[in-house]
């Protein structure tokens, strides 16, 4: 499976972003893999935002994403989306998405085998 993250960009505090991961995949289709949005800055260590399995039918957030991202994906297009609604400063980050063979999805990072290359969320206030 390769991952493309894009969408990223510069959005001032309680603006709106939406960024994508598509996936290029052979063999297993994409709906056989949950996706995880990461992210992480130069001073803290790669952080896990949210995932979603591999029907769209569970996600799961941090708490301080809660109420203003929302997860989703369109298994059809191979694509997974994170909204992100009322951005913050402190959700500047370089987000990346994973896929993973965990059928519900998981925060492990390390359960994930596969990532996209990032892409710079920047959040002025």
């Known amino acids: 499976v390769q991952l493309q993250a894009s969408g990223g960009g510069l959005v001032q505090a309680g603006g709106s972003l939406r960024l994508s991961c598509t996936a290029s995949?052979?063999?297993?289709?994409?709906?056989?893999?949950?996706v995880g949005w990461f992210r992480q800055t130069p001073e803290k260590e790669r952080e896990f935002v949210a995932d979603?399995?591999?029907?769209?039918?569970?996600?799961y957030y941090i708490d301080s994403v809660k109420g203003r991202f929302t997860i989703s994906r369109d298994n059809a297009k191979n694509q997974v989306y994170l909204q992100m609604n009322s951005v913050k400063p402190e959700d500047t980050a370089v987000y990346y998405c994973?896929?993973?063979?965990?059928?519900?999805?998981?925060?492990?990072?390390?359960?994930?085998?596969?990532w996209g290359q990032g892409t710079q969320v920047t959040v002025s206030s």
């Open positions: 994973a896929a993973t063979t965990v059928v519900g999805g998981t925060t492990d990072s390390g359960q994930y085998a596969y």
């Open positions: 995949v052979s063999g297993r289709a994409f709906r056989h893999y949950a």
């Open positions: 979603i399995s591999r029907s769209g039918g569970r996600t």
